[in-house]
Each structure stands twice: as C-alpha cells, then as structure tokens.
C-alpha cells in the first residue's frame, strides 16, 4: 500500500467551470477527511466520511460543493462553478477506526482558478 | 473546538535540540495532544500524540505538563529534513464524531546548517 492518493495532482480551471478531484484512502481505513488549505494557513475541515455514510460538513463547505464516498472506498469532491477564492490545496486524509487515532494524509490536489 | 497558541516561526541549528512549545489552557479531560507536521508541498504527516504522560517515538518526544494546559514537542537532533510547519492539536476522542483534526496556523520550523 502507497498510503493515501490525490488526483491529479494539479488542475487549472477556468472561473465557472466544474471540478472533480478523487482520493483513494489506505486500503482497511474506513474514515476518510477532506480538507482546504490556501497559502500561509493550515488546512481547513471541509467533510467527513464513515465507509459511505457522510456524517460531518462543515460550514465552509457551500452549495457548490459536494463530496461523494459510494462504495466506501475512494472518494470525489466536486466543485461546481468555480470561483477564484476556490484556488487552494485540497486534502485527503484517511484513518481506521480500529487501528489507532493516526491520520494519513495524501499530497493533495492543487485548484487554481483564473 | 479547543484552542491552541504556538509561536509563528522558530529557528534552529543542525544536529541541535529544538523544543517547540504549546499553550492549550482550556484542554478537557478527554483531549488528546497530538502534533503533525507538513514538510514543504506535502500533505500533513503524523508526529506524536499523548495524554497525560510523556510520549516518544523514533521522530520526537512529548512532553506535557502535569496540570496539561501545556506540551513541549522535542525534536533531539534537527536535520535539515525537519524544516515544516508543526501543528499541536486538541482532539476530544470522546465528543467529537469522527475525530477530525482542526489544524491552526501552525509553527514554521527553520533549521540552519
């Protein structure tokens, strides 16, 4: 197992356009995390999944977004008409209920919107 | 969610001690400490966690004070390699759902050769 992977790695959208980013957690996690990060701060919680079941959002998370784990593996987030202030990183992150309390990150997916 | 402070910035030499410090004085009973860090265009790597008594692993040694409204991230011998930004984080195991991680601004760590 290679750990948590974001693709791609980068993508450049025009303002208005859709989005899709997927994440393929480690293979027995059954948790899995998304996360925003722009420049200078640390990451933001965007949402949360148990196998398939989404339990947490957070605020920040706008209609325009929308994340989707069918099967209780990988998982997709979604941007629909994009906007320059969506230009960040976004984070995968993954971790097993049982296993312990570590979370495992993966590289992320750089949003540039112009 | 329970607040942390660290410093902005500290700076280190190489092959020295670094101790990185956090304030976290309204931590509950069921907080956890646990630190991550996030190496240049890396996503956030696992450091530590602890409770009450002092942690270590091959990467660091956790230091938390006994009434925990403190902890002190040690780094024994800083390589160039430690150069990220290093998180404290609170997380109530207990009462929050899904444990999720709420990452502050973080600690940016030089280390000069």
Redesign the interface.
């Known amino acids: 197992d290679t750990g ?1 992977s974001q693709n791609p790695r980068h993508k450049i959208t025009k303002r208005g356009q859709n989005v899709t980013f997927r994440c393929d957690p480690i293979s027995e996690h059954n ?1 899995l ?1 998304w ?1 925003r990060q722009t420049l ?6 965007l949402t ?1 999944f ?1 196998n398939e079941a989404q ?2 959002k957070s605020r920040l998370l706008s209609d325009r977004f929308s994340a989707e784990r069918p099967k209780g593996s990988f998982s997709t987030l979604e941007i629909q008409r994009t906007e320059q202030g969506d230009s960040a990183m976004y ?1 995968c ?1 993954s ?1 097993s209920q049982m296993l312990g ?8 997916t750089r949003l540039t919107v112009v | 969610d329970a607040k942390t402070t660290q410093p902005n910035s500290m700076e280190s030499n190489e092959e020295e001690p670094v101790h990185l410090p956090c304030n976290h004085s309204t931590i509950s009973g069921t907080d ?1 400490i ?1 630190w991550y860090r996030q190496l240049p ?6 450091v530590i ?1 602890g409770l009450t008594s002092n942690v270590n692993n091959r990467m660091a040694s956790l230091a938390i004070a006994e009434d925990r409204k403190s902890s002190t991230l040690i780094l024994h011998r800083a390589t160039l390699r430690d150069a990220a ?1 290093y ?1 404290c984080i609170l ?1 109530d ?1 207990v009462r929050e ?10 600690t940016i760590l030089r280390v000069k050769s």
């Open positions: 948590v948790r995390y996360y200078g701060q640390g990451p933001e919680f949360y148990q339990l947490e984070l992150a971790s309390t570590e979370a495992f990150f993966g590289q992320g | 956890y646990h265009s890396q996503g956030p790597e696992y966690h930004v998180y997380r195991v759902y899904g444990n999720k991680l709420v990452f502050g601004a973080g």
